[in-house]
């Protein structure tokens, strides 16, 4: 009975159709195996996609010092945690790193700025991005957080692709999280850079006290914006931040977290990114087979990531490809 009942959310899946709230539920329960949820989940993945990955990079533009109190960030003035701060860097300095990491596995290129939005620094953000557009092979992309749509175009106008902008978490486990702002304000933004004619990439990160509802929730609010690349992040528990004693997941549940999204958000891009080696571990290598067919690659934020040539033999060992075609350009 399980086993048909999977099928038949499965095959629904491969029709374009995401499984409701209740058939979530279904899926991460005990009566479900794993080995039976990645069986589909990598069935969904090459219906969809076939064996193509896509990679991005990130760079941190503006670290620290930031007024939100999300309790996961590292960047929060709220929080002691002893990272670097420093303000808006150059214009010339993210260009030239983006020249650097232009002949990298990646096509996508993520400006990313701590605090709550980026005041006086719009000027100099789309001088970087103009630069990055005309003289490198990458697609700028940023994440730069609540922002208004007029703030959004002029981003655009100067070349900007695509806007992360994650929720986080379900409208109803967000306060729990972040008191300075709110789950519609980021909701709020999301509509905006939509409206603005960008690409939008928007997802959440998992393993913050979050039930399995609350995962489906946010993955049904995403569905509703119609957003169609979903990064995955996984908590990294960061010494002075206040979610810092709380265990990482395991590596099934990560994976399970994965797979779900590819049963609720077939045609989506579904992205691993931060948080993927201490989630993972040595197992790393299922994310694809649970349905990714994306993954942020190199240094993230505050923290280490993983070398883009080590990734790139991974995806070749795997028998994957690379995508050629930039994030938000799909």
Same mark, same amino acid.
């Given at each position: 009975?399980?086993? +048909? ?16 709230? =209740? ?11 794993? =080995?039976?949820?990645?069986? #589909? ?9 076939? &064996? ?5 990079? *990130? ?14 960030? $590292? ?27 232009? #002949? +990298? ?18 000027? $100099? !953000? ?5 630069? *990055? ?20 175009? &002029? ?21 729990? *999280?972040?008191?300075?702002? +709110? #789950? ?6 999301? &509509? ?17 006290? =979050?039930? #399995?509802?609350?995962? *489906?929730?946010?993955? !049904? ?23 810092? &004693?709380? =265990? ?11 797979? !779900? ?21 040595d197992r790393q290598r299922e994310m694809f087979k649970a349905g990714a067919n994306a993954l942020m690659t190199g240094n993230y934020l505050t923290t280490p990531g993983v070398d883009p040539e080590e990734d790139r033999l991974m995806v070749e060992e795997l028998g994957l490809r690379l995508e050629v075609t930039p994030c938000g350009s799909a």
């Amino acid at each position: 009975m399980n086993s +048909s009942r999977l099928d038949d959310i499965g095959f629904q899946a491969l029709k374009g159709i995401g499984a409701s709230a =209740e058939e979530g539920m279904f899926l991460v329960s005990a009566q479900i195996t794993l =080995e039976d949820l990645l069986d #589909w989940g990598e069935k969904i993945r090459e219906h969809f996609f076939g &064996k193509a990955v896509q990679f991005c990079v *990130i760079t941190n533009a503006r670290s620290g010092a930031c007024t939100e109190d999300c309790h996961f960030c $590292s960047q929060s003035a709220h929080h002691n945690t002893n990272i670097e701060t420093y303000p808006l860097r150059r214009p010339d300095d993210l260009l030239a790193e983006a020249k650097r990491l232009q #002949w +990298s596995p990646a096509k996508s290129f993520d400006i990313v700025t701590s605090g709550c939005s980026i005041g006086e620094d719009l000027e $100099s !953000l789309c001088a970087a991005i103009r630069g *990055i557009s005309r003289e490198t092979q990458l697609s700028p992309c940023a994440s730069l957080g609540i922002l208004a749509v007029e703030q959004l175009r &002029k981003l655009k106008a100067a070349g900007l692709i695509g806007y992360n902008h994650n929720l986080e978490t379900s409208r109803s486990f967000f306060a729990t *999280i972040c008191t300075t702002h +709110s #789950w519609e304000e980021r909701y709020a933004t999301i &509509k905006a850079a939509q409206q603005a004619g960008l690409a939008v990439c928007s997802g959440g990160i998992f393993g913050m006290g =979050e039930s #399995w509802q609350d995962r *489906i929730d946010l993955a !049904l609010a995403l569905r509703e914006l119609g957003v169609q690349n979903v990064p995955l992040n996984f908590l990294n528990p960061i010494p002075g931040t206040p979610l810092d &004693k709380r =265990e990482r997941l395991r590596p099934e549940e990560a994976l399970r977290i994965i797979v !779900l999204y590819r049963f609720l958000l077939p045609r989506a891009t579904i992205r691993v990114c931060g948080g993927r080696l201490p989630a993972l571990g040595d197992r790393q290598r299922e994310m694809f087979k649970a349905g990714a067919n994306a993954l942020m690659t190199g240094n993230y934020l505050t923290t280490p990531g993983v070398d883009p040539e080590e990734d790139r033999l991974m995806v070749e060992e795997l028998g994957l490809r690379l995508e050629v075609t930039p994030c938000g350009s799909a």
